[in-house]
């Protein structure tokens, strides 16, 4: 990977000026929040953990407890899904094709070689990935998933190996909830990574520092002040990764002893000045690899550094002084203190007053896949079954290309840096927002409302009609936009701006609320009454589109 | 990433209380120097007419808004709770008068400037507001569901390609303005509304000030101001506005409490700041005057006397205002309200929903006058009587769009669905003028009109590409093609075999862009 791009990119800052607004981050610390258990912050935690706020989840957490909801929203009971099928077709002229496979079937355990068909392949990945998003379960798992991919990210287009990358991939989404360290060992010879940053050129005649670096800077230290590893200490770190070679036709990576440096590697003061032993035998890459994490994760930065991250995941990106010592360093406490299993520093966060204090609510910008699979999920958008999977793929595709469109492409962030909205001070989530992806928001949004997307024949647009059926008082034109409003938005708007919505979408200009109710009404007796329906349908459209325009939508 | 101008969106939702414009359909637009865009640009010779449509929303009581003074005893025997007297009615043509509140329109009337034309309504009627509105808006047959609007329809004849490749060098502006948070059916086009709308009157002036709503200091409302500082920055449209109104720096006085006149008032100093937006559309409600719509001690003032006055108070201004600002030859407008009310008069002094009723056309190039015949009031009107329509509602749309827009003797079918008879509204003068064909073509067909089969080519950018067929209704009736292509411009043939004649539209759909196309079947 060249990373130049990204250190330029770094170096110059971008930030609107006009900014009238100071916001302090949000108050309370790590302690268990005590406060109400209401609509209001099952939204907020639905929000943040998964991908909008389904008015079935609304519900069912509703009925638990605070403590029961976090609990189960931290222990996903979904088995992983079923791999990704073949729902392309293989052109006639590749080297090497797999029309062995049938249509349908998957095609994960078929080595190709093919560019052709690792492109199909990889493009078959993403769609497939993206429905598991949108089929997700209720709980966090989704969210971690994509969180590692921001995390360790890689990019399929680099990668090429579309077994490789769903490989990866899995690897990340079993151990999204798991032990970080295991992790990080396992995404160092895995495959894919292999490739991305050429761990498998890495020998003892030609060492590449590439993931070396990488482990250190962007991984497990982070580029906070207190984490001080050298340059020295990428080298020795590369001398100590030496040897892994990657194994296509097994898809899976292998320690090959010829090209392992076997001297010993010495670190620096930061790493305690640690000398590790140069190893020999075919677990010799092992356990170097074994001493340098254990060297690496003995550091107090780690800890720190992974915190800071989840924290701009889950919370806001504003990390000050009072956040880094009340949040982040008490998390850091329990990560070690736990050896660094993701759970219970999740399960801190997640039930601590600082997570539903009031600042914290509303003040994340969707990031393109939140928008996007928060909108097919929010508003229940039906979807074909996995087993129709060219309407499902299709359908996929389109909900990958409108990530891609707002700067978002799952399997290819930009660099090995991730996503810039989760880093790059001091704008964070704020890049998500251009004056190019803006209006593509909207327009995502709109087409979704609208005249939606048809593929083979099937339609997925918003059944706005289907959706406040959900609401408790939909025939109440006041109570239908508060409660709508209710689950899209985290920031209300102003009673006269409600009152005028009401009365130029839903009553037509009329001055009467009658009118809706009656109209309502009529939908629900007689859907038969074909202008009735059609006038109900279109109001709905127009003020859920409305509503979807706002700036407001953007926010989670 | 492309340039901020390649994009484009008739909604401004940025930085008010709510948003200042909001619009029909956010898409994205090419850039207007783009090398398929030039060659699109073509000369076009401009009409400047601008037509503004007046909604009264709630269904007007036409029978106290223009009186019968022909029948007034049959008048005053179904309405005794709430008739005018005949001698405090405004003398139009001796046959019918306007209500006493209605000074200023009766000055209109007296400069020639004011048609009133008699029963305007359509076979069937809809006693329902938002169905009755919907044909209003439609112009369809009131047992046929049209998706589309009248003037949404005209919008896409004159600017096919819009919006794939707008705003560009020859329209600038929105193609219609609407006063409402919403962009009515009127201006809804074949795919996406052709229009934009100003959400009310304080968020124009808002806009035009740069005001910014107020957002919570916290870190939502930190993001919040962001996004809507982007906002604004990415409404190109927001921008033609704001320099079109500060162009129109005096203008006469308004009525004050008059909403109407204040809606006018933002239209006029559009219209003479430069806009080439051909429709506007505003909208005044409390119309639906089922009780206590006058005052029992005197039946010339209360609830629907005010709203009279005001409709007559802000014309008359408006159209001071247009001489004043020298744009009175360019601007017509009309009135229409989803129905009248009932002859009878109910027992809560008001009247209950009703069919037809009269409206106005105003402006310097009307036939000014009353068209049409006293209605006929039965002498002893019962609460099931109604007025039978002397004119189809869309005869007064036909012959604007003609006469006053423009629209070619053969375009005129296809943007009404059928035929409707002319009226002596407004003379024709100087018209003609070719198709705005500016923008980015992506689909047309061929011929066009067609009989049995057209041929329909569609430029792509790649990837999944679909063209279906759809009626006048939008339902989908063939879906010519729905796969994945390689970037570049192909062809369907659509057989359309029994289907019977009439508008078709060949609808485009590329992952996010669409475009539709109108066709037309004769026998």
Redo the contacts between chains.
């Keep these: 990977m060249d990373r130049k791009s990204f250190l330029r990119a770094a170096s110059s800052p971008k930030k ?1 000026e ?9 108050n309370g610390g790590l302690g268990e929040y005590k406060g109400a258990w209401t609509e209001n912050e099952v939204i907020h935690l639905l929000k943040r953990t998964m991908f909008g706020a389904k008015k079935a989840d609304i519900d069912y957490f509703k009925t638990r407890t605070f403590l029961q909801s976090v609990d189960e929203i931290l222990n996903p009971t979904v088995a992983l899904p079923d791999p990704p099928v073949k729902e392309y077709i293989t052109p006639t002229n590749t080297t090497n094709s797999d029309a062995n496979i049938v249509q349908g079937a998957p095609w994960i355990l078929d080595p190709n070689t093919d560019g052709t068909v690792n492109f199909l392949r990889r493009q078959s990945f993403k769609k497939w990935w993206m429905g598991v998003m949108v089929g997700q379960d209720r709980s966090i798992l989704e969210k971690m998933t994509l969180f590692w991919h921001n995390h360790f990210a890689t990019e399929t287009n680099v990668i090429s190996n579309a077994q490789f990358i769903y490989k990866h991939h899995l690897l990340l989404r079993s151990s999204a909830l798991g032990n970080f360290k295991a992790l990080t060992k396992a995404v160092t010879i895995d495959p894919a990574m292999l490739v991305y940053l050429n761990g498998e050129d890495n020998s003892n005649k030609a060492p590449d520092e590439n993931y070396g670096r990488e482990l250190q800077e962007l991984f497990c230290c982070g580029k906070g002040p207190d984490s001080l590893y050298t340059e020295e200490d990428v080298r020795a770190s590369a001398q100590v990764l030496t040897g892994w070679r990657n194994d296509a036709l097994n898809i899976s990576s292998k320690f090959v002893e010829s090209r392992h440096d076997i001297t010993n590697k010495k670190f620096s003061a930061f790493y305690s000045n640690t000398v590790i032993q140069g190893q020999t035998g075919p677990n010799g890459g092992e356990k170097e690899l074994d001493a340098m994490l254990d060297m690496i994760f003995a550091t107090q930065e780690v800890a720190k550094y992974l915190c800071r991250r989840i924290y701009r995941w889950f919370v ?1 990106y ?1 990390i000050d002084d009072v956040v880094e010592s009340t949040i982040i360093t008490p998390m850091a406490d329990i990560f070690r203190a736990n050896n660094y299993e993701v759970k219970p520093v999740l399960n801190a966060l997640l039930k601590s007053e600082h997570f539903f204090d ?8 969707k990031s393109p896949v939140d928008l996007v699979v928060g909108l097919v999920r929010e508003f229940d958008v039906s979807f074909p079954p996995v087993s129709d999977y060219n309407s499902y793929y ?1 359908f996929c ?2 909900l990958v ?2 990530t891609a ?1 707002l700067q978002q492409s799952i399997g290819d962030p930009p660099d090995v840096s991730g996503w810039k909205a989760y880093y790059q001070a001091p704008q964070f ?2 890049i998500w ?4 992806t ?3 928001r ?3 949004t ?2 979704m409302i ?2 939606g ?5 099937k339609k997925m647009v918003i059944d706005a009609a289907a959706f406040i059926l959900q609401l408790p008082n939909p025939g109440d034109p006041n109570k239908l936009i508060d409660d709508l409003l209710k689950i899209i938005y ?2 209300d ?2 009673a ?2 409600k009152t ?2 009401k ?3 839903l009553l ?5 609320d009658y ?1 809706w109710t009656d ?1 309502w009404n009529t939908y629900l007796t007689n859907p038969g009454n ?3 329906t ?2 109900v349908k ?2 709905l459209r ?2 859920f ?2 509503f979807m ?4 939508y ?2 989670a | 990433m492309m340039k901020r101008r390649d994009f484009l969106r008739n909604t401004i939702p940025a930085g008010v209380v709510i948003p200042s414009l909001v619009g029909g359909f956010s898409f994205k637009a090419f850039s207007a120097d783009s090398a398929i865009m030039q060659s699109l640009l073509l000369p076009v010779t401009e009409t400047d007419h601008v037509f503004v449509i007046i909604q009264l929303n709630g269904g007007n009581d036409g029978l106290n808004m223009v009186v019968p003074i022909e029948n007034f005893n049959n008048y005053v025997n179904a309405r005794q709770n709430i008739y005018i007297p005949e001698n405090r009615v405004l003398p139009l043509n001796g046959k019918a008068g306007l209500h006493p509140a209605m000074n200023g329109l009766h000055q209109l009337y007296k400069e020639g400037q004011l048609k009133v034309v008699q029963s305007v309504g359509y076979p069937q009627p809809s006693y329902s507001h938002f169905r009755a509105t919907d044909i209003w808006m439609s112009a369809s047959d009131s047992n046929k569901e049209v998706n589309t609007g009248w003037a949404g329809r005209y919008l896409n004849y004159e600017y096919p390609n819009y919006p794939n490749g707008y705003p560009n060098a020859t329209m600038t502006d929105p193609l219609a303005i609407q006063i409402g948070s919403s962009t009515s059916l009127t201006l809804q086009g074949p795919a996406v509304s052709m229009g934009m709308s100003i959400s009310n009157t304080s968020n124009f002036y808002n806009l035009i000030n740069g005001i910014q709503d107020p957002a919570p200091a916290t870190p939502a409302g930190k993001e919040l101001t962001y996004i809507r500082t982007i906002a604004s920055q990415t409404q190109q449209y927001a921008t033609v506005i704001k320099d079109a109104a500060l162009k129109t720096v005096q203008q006469v006085s308004y009525p004050t409490n008059n909403s109407l006149g204040d809606q006018l008032k933002i239209v006029a100093r559009l219209i003479k700041g430069g806009l080439k937006t051909r429709i506007y559309m505003v909208n005044y409600g409390g119309f639906d005057t089922h009780s206590a719509q006058v005052n029992t001690t005197d039946t010339t003032s209360g609830s629907h006397a005010k709203l009279l006055q005001n409709v007559s108070d802000a014309i008359k201004a408006f159209q001071d205002d247009l001489k004043f600002l020298g744009v009175d030859d360019r601007v017509l407008g009309m009135t229409f309200s989803e129905f009248g009310r009932r002859i009878k008069s109910n027992g809560s002094m008001g009247t209950d929903h009703g069919s037809a009723a009269p409206l106005f056309v105003f402006g310097k190039s009307v036939m000014g006058g009353v068209l049409g015949e006293t209605p006929i009031i039965p002498s002893n009107a019962t609460v099931n009587d109604n007025l039978p329509f002397q004119y189809d509602f869309r005869s007064i749309y036909a012959t604007v769009l003609s006469n006053w827009l423009c629209v070619n003797e053969a375009d005129l079918q296809q943007i009404m669905l059928k035929n409707f008879q002319m009226l002596p509204l407004v003379n024709a003068g100087g018209c003609q003028k070719p198709i705005n064909m500016s923008g980015e073509l992506l689909i047309s067909n061929y011929p066009n009109p067609f009989s049995g089969s057209t041929v329909i080519s569609f430029k792509t950018d790649g990837g999944h590409t679909l063209v279906q067929i759809m009626d006048a209704s939008g339902k989908v009736i063939a879906n010519l093609t729905d796969k994945e292509y390689t970037a570049g411009t192909y062809s369907v043939v659509f057989e359309s075999g029994l289907l019977p004649a009439g508008v078709y539209y060949a609808r485009l759909q590329n992952m996010a862009t669409q475009q539709v196309r109108a066709m037309i079947k004769v026998k």
């Design positions: 609107e006009n900014l009238a607004i100071i916001a302090p981050p949000p806001y504003d009031i600042l914290a609510k509303g003040c994340q910008i299709g595709n389109f290309s409108a469109n989530y704020e927002i251009t004056s190019d803006l209006p593509k909207n327009q995502f709109d087409t609208q005249n997307y048809t593929f083979s024949g985290r920031i708007i102003s006269a701006s005028q919505l009365v130029d979408i037509g200009g009329q001055s009467s009118y109209a074909t202008s009735n059609n006038t279109n109001r127009d003020l589109r409305y325009n706002l700036s407001e953007q926010l």
